[in-house]
């Protein structure tokens, strides 16, 4: 019975262990700047050639419901 509690609490100890090593050193940062995409970033306001106006309801529903656009 003795050793089977051991290995029990031995087996639960390694198991939780493996969450602290999870996130890793964070040398990276987590600061997002612009140079690392450009998706979601405000475009140059002197480029722009055309404005679309999009609404939402209180239904979470957009107007137009569709938006076509090319790359470039």
Sequence with gaps: ???TLSLIAASALV?????SFAGGT??????????????GQP????KV????????ADTMRFTP???SVKQG
């Design 1 to 3: 019975m003795k050793r």
């Design 15 to 19: 198991a939780l262990s493996f969450n």
């Design 26 to 39: 964070h040398s990276g940062g987590h600061g997002h700047a612009s140079e690392e995409s450009a998706i």
């Design 43 to 46: 475009g140059k306001a002197a």
């Design 49 to 56: 050639t055309r404005t679309i106006n999009v609404d939402m």
């Design 65 to 67: 419901a569709a938006i």
